[in-house]
């Protein structure tokens, strides 16, 4: 059949099942994020900054949902946190950046090449031919599920509006299912030794069951002395949170994320400092229903802010617990200003409660109990004395 570049990638996108769909705004990728809504009779909403884009996939595709973000090569360089993080992970289904590489300039701050970024933090990638694309998306997701990385496709932007030919085919799903394994879902400086030579086995075709695991540590006697100090404050919380745990826990690199490892086993991926929120909208874009995001005062203020933007923006009922105690506890107790979060969230007072007494189990219980019965975005602020 004969389409456009743009319906080309749309109709790759359709036949191989991809539904979650994420993108920000940009010549090439707006065409084609276009060109899918229309071929799928949907009205997905747009993203307003690449790293939320980005989590947001990446976290169904470690749920074993086909997913892909279209951004400029620009984007990548904002969402690039996101983007390293998610190469020391496991997916389950095809992940697939599908990146518009503006080569004249003409639609951008200046001109950007695409490969030397990709080749630096070692992401797998691919340059599409434009005559080929329709099988080039297809072949990205067959390789992103081969070697359960995230894999780019560079595409140049200005063919997105040249006619193509190409002949559409049955692609097999991909039926892998979720199942919690914190060595794969979880970035975390205990992990890091462990999963960076997973990455580098990976990168070599090599075989990665046979690296040896670490340890997971015990919570909190066996962590290290200031990881320690910081999440003992936490435990009471989450003594409590036990019994309304949600069928999927996100956090981001702080403190809280500790709470991963056993005894508790109360949070089931991580990745970037304040990647929490847009992870969690992910989840529940997979069709999980009843999804925390747990995050500290200090992430929140970094990126998780962004991520509750793309919150309200899909209006996705998921809960969020601030741990706020006005220091970044994860890397050395540096204060947070504590008028930011105030401000920050001025304009949520309707979604916000409180845990005054993050150290009484009957407050945290009603406040659990009232926050886990709605079917809406909720934020608790959970409020430590300083």
């Known amino acids: 059949m004969k389409a456009t570049a743009a319906e080309a990638i749309a109709y790759a996108l359709l036949d191989l099942g991809v539904e979650i769909v994420t993108h920000v705004p940009g010549y090439g990728g707006s065409e084609t994020f276009q060109a899918y809504n229309t071929l799928s009779q949907k009205r997905l909403p747009h993203s307003y900054h690449e790293e939320p884009a980005f989590t947001i996939a990446h976290a169904a595709s470690m749920l074993g949902k086909r997913s892909t973000v279209l ?48 080749a630096g ?26 070697k359960k990385l995230p894999v780019a496709l560079i595409i140049n932007s200005l063919d997105v509006k040249n006619e193509v030919n190409f ?8 039926k892998v299912l979720y199942t919690r394994d914190i060595y794969k879902h979880v970035v975390h400086p205990m992990l890091a030794d462990y999963q960076y030579k997973v990455f580098v086995a990976k990168k070599l075709g090599g075989n990665t069951s046979i690296i040896t695991k670490t340890e997971l540590s015990h ?14 404050k936490y435990l009471p919380i989450a003594e409590v949170y036990k019994n309304f745990r949600g069928d999927i826990v996100t956090g981001d690199t702080t403190a809280a994320s500790a709470l991963a490892f056993p005894p508790y086993n109360l949070v089931d991926m991580v990745t970037y400092m304040g990647g929490s929120i847009p992870l969690a909208i992910g989840a529940y874009l997979s069709g999980y229903k009843n999804v925390w995001a747990f995050t500290g005062d200090f992430g929140f203020l970094s990126v998780g802010s962004i991520g509750l933007i793309e919150a309200m923006n899909r209006e996705v009922p998921i809960k969020i617990l601030v741990f706020y105690n006005r220091a970044a506890a994860s890397t ?16 949520f007072d309707s979604n916000i409660v409180h ?23 909720r934020i608790v602020i959970a409020d430590f004395p300083q």
């Open 71 to 118: 951004m400029k090569v620009h984007g990548l360089t904002k969402a690039a946190n996101s983007v390293t993080d998610s190469l020391y992970t496991e997916i389950n289904s095809g992940f697939v950046t599908l990146l518009f590489e503006d080569k004249s300039g003409r639609h951008s701050d200046n001109i950007m090449e695409a490969s030397p970024i990709l």
């Open 121 to 146: 933090i070692s992401m797998p990638f691919k340059i599409a031919k434009t005559e080929n694309l329709y099988e080039d998306v297809i072949d990205s997701f067959l390789e992103s599920e081969m």
């Open 167 to 174: 002949e559409r085919k049955t692609v097999p799903t991909n």
């Open 219 to 232: 919570v909190p006697d066996q962590l290290p002395e200031r990881a320690k100090n910081a999440v003992t």
């Open 332 to 347: 050395g107790g540096q204060p947070v200003n504590k008028k930011l979060l105030r401000h920050m969230l001025a304009g």
């Open 355 to 377: 845990i005054s007494d993050p150290y009484n189990p009957l407050e945290i219980q009603s406040v659990l109990a009232e926050v886990s019965a709605v079917d809406e975005l």
